[in-house]
């Protein structure tokens, strides 16, 4: 990788998305005061800077895809970028706005939705970023944290590439020695298909996770589906399981769509 | 045959409170298994009246409940998620720290180590069995010292176990249920109290300070009995002792292909594991840019990264990963360690999420009846 140059400009775009993975930034508190002087943010709406155009090191980009216009402006981010970083959900998944690419039903959510659809202007599916343009890092997450972040800006700023941390949440979950939710409380646990990073937030509280990290590597949501099964939940739980913040990655899209077909094909029989 | 051995002296219930005060005199800060988030967890304890009294518990594939009864024992269940493990080789901890100087050389630190001294109560024989095993990789050769101060500072308080769970099998290979070395103090429970030995000289310091009761002999002979006992009811074997040659010679059986269908690959089975050892190491920078710690993790044979070479991962698919687990700890640990690397507490059965049961596919690989896959 070549070295940047004196203060790395660092841009942070937004696309369709709740701004909540801007967050990251501004939740590193006196940290940011920190990393702004190591480099430059140019573009930042949320802590209102305004200059979208300006050539960058890094553009870091929140949202998904959503609307024709959307398209346009991801290829001029592109064009201004050294490296574009996708952060959250939404961004590297399309996130729950993914959800109207399930039913191919756009124009009558917007009609029953919208009072007036006609101003109305967005895409039948809502997509990643990566499907229009080449993307060079992914953060995962719903939303992504200041550890994930930091840690990716700390290694593009010494040169090496981000690591790039797919295993699953378990492990992480039993390096916090938390009791396993699944094995106690027959709860159904996504950690065990689902991407690390999050540090194990929900079945620190008891929660069962709900994989809004994404896939993690090697996924059998095969035989995590059959346990879901096992534990009492019906077809159409067991794809929402699957088919909520990450409905549009592959490994998640094929396992829900995977249930509630062959849900459908037994409440036919 | 039981060999004939003296009565250890007795502390009944309502004094068991004394040991705890005498270890905390002694500058230890107990830690014992007590209920939490639907578990029997080590945690700190002051007072007796947070040790798990009258619980049990069922355990099986993937499954693991407590209940209250009326019994007033205290350790009337086999185990808890957790070995001595966590408290030896911590699950994430910094090794040495680095630093950017002014002149722009590099600095280095030691990270602490920890030195508290903690005394653990109840603590079971496969676990005792599975400290050995770590002694001898930590301490074996070259020594970690991160290890060894954790475990320095230990004073273990055994009991043996009367309540096993239908996942143990400590019977099988030889590292239960009875404690019989490597302890500070050892303890029989009975619904009236605990006969109580000293298995070290810090541990005689202690129990000389108890006051005892002379032991009843015949108490303390039904006492063995139900540690006996408990024995005889473990249901689950393993296809033999040394499992490396029938392991090494049924690397294809088809079976690696049936296990992986059900398998996780979430690595919960060896991180329950209270010998597995196996560990990352990455840095972690500061948001300065100019100071970084550098982390040790427990990592697992399940993920990627166990078996990445230069740029590839050559264990991509599950039956492999669940192969090296299972070939590992079975047959090359004799290799490695003169012995299985597994103590027969079941944690692996009961905390996979899917139940799978490496007694069950060992003994599908093993068998000689099944023999190679052709």
């Known amino acids: ?269 | 045959m039981r060999e004939a051995v003296d009565t250890p002296g007795f502390l009944p219930m309502e004094r068991f409170q004394q040991l705890l005060d005498l270890l905390s005199q002694s500058g230890y800060r107990c830690v014992a298994p007590q209920v939490k988030d639907s578990a029997l967890l080590f945690e700190t304890i002051e007072h007796i009246n947070a040790l798990p009294r009258g619980i049990e518990q069922t355990q099986a594939p993937g499954h693991y409940r407590l209940q209250q009864t009326d019994s007033p024992r205290h350790f009337s269940w086999a185990n808890g998620p957790q070995a001595l493990k966590p408290l030896t080789f911590a699950p994430r901890e910094n090794l040495w720290y680095s630093e950017v100087t002014a002149d722009g050389g590099l600095r280095f630190r030691e990270a602490p180590t920890e030195t508290e001294p903690l005394a653990v109560i109840g603590v079971r024989s496969c676990d005792l069995a599975a400290l050995k095993l770590q002694e001898q990789h930590f301490q074996g050769g070259q020594v970690d010292p991160y290890f060894l101060a954790r475990r320095q500072r230990l004073f273990l308080v055994a009991i043996s176990c009367t309540h096993p769970a239908d996942t143990c099998f400590c019977a099988a290979t030889g590292d239960g249920p009875e404690v019989r070395n490597d302890f500070d103090i050892s303890l029989y429970e009975t619904d009236r109290g605990y006969f109580v030995s000293a298995g070290s000289i810090n541990g005689e310091k202690i129990v000389q300070r108890l006051s005892l009761e002379t032991g009843d002999p015949k108490a303390f002979s039904q006492a063995r009995k139900e540690v006996a006992d408990s024995a005889a009811r473990q249901s689950r074997q393993l296809p033999g002792e040394n499992l490396q040659h029938s392991l090494f010679t049924n690397l294809d059986h088809p079976r690696w292909q049936e296990v992986a269908e059900r398998c996780l690959s979430c690595g919960n089975c060896t991180q329950v594991c209270p010998t597995c050892f196996c560990h990352s190491e990455n840095d972690v920078p500061d948001v300065s840019g100019v100071k970084t710690g550098h982390e040790r993790q427990w990592d697992s044979c399940f993920s990627p990264g166990h078996s990445y070479l230069h740029g590839i991962t050559l264990r991509q698919e599950t039956s492999q990963r669940y192969r090296q687990w299972l070939t590992h700890k079975f047959g090359s640990w004799h290799e490695q360690y003169g012995r299985s690397g597994c103590v027969g507490c079941g944690r692996c059965i009961a905390w996979c999420p899917v139940g799978i049961d490496p007694t069950e596919e060992l003994a599908a690989i093993c068998s000689p009846s099944t023999g190679k896959a052709d």
Request: glycine fraction near 8%; charge should be negative; include cysteine.
């Open chain 1, 1 to 269: 990788m070549k070295p940047f140059g004196e203060k790395p400009r660092i841009a942070v775009h937004k696309f369709s998305s709740c701004d909540g993975c801007q967050l990251a930034f501004l939740n590193l508190g006196g940290d940011l005061i920190t990393l702004s002087q190591r480099v430059q943010l140019t573009h930042f709406l949320e802590a209102g800077l305004d200059a979208p155009d300006t050539p960058v090191d890094i553009a870091f980009v929140e949202g998904s895809l959503s609307t024709p216009d959307e398209v346009e402006r991801i290829r001029k981010v592109r064009d201004n970028s050294r490296y574009l970083v996708s952060i959250g959900a939404c961004a590297t998944a399309g996130g729950l706005q993914a959800l109207r690419n399930l039913d191919n039903k756009h124009d009558e959510w917007r009609d029953a939705i919208y009072a007036q659809p006609e101003f109305i202007s967005t895409l039948e599916h809502a997509h990643p970023i990566a499907s229009e343009v080449r993307v060079d890092y992914e953060l995962w997450g719903c939303p992504i944290n200041s550890r994930q972040l930091l840690a990716c800006i700390n290694s593009l700023l010494f040169g090496v590439p981000p690591f790039d941390n797919s295993e699953k949440l378990c492990l992480e979950c039993k390096r916090q020695q938390k009791v396993c939710v699944m094995v106690t409380e027959d709860k159904p646990c996504l950690g065990p298909v689902t991407r690390t990073g999050c540090g194990a937030l929900c079945p620190s509280f008891g929660r069962d996770c709900y994989g809004c990290y994404g896939p993690s590597e090697n996924t059998n949501t095969a035989s995590l589906s059959r346990r879901f099964a096992g534990i009492g939940l019906l077809p159409d739980a067991i794809a929402r399981r699957f088919l909520l913040i990450n409905s549009a990655s592959p490994a998640f899209n094929e396992a829900g769509l995977a249930v509630r077909a062959a849900g459908e094909e037994k409440d036919g029989q």
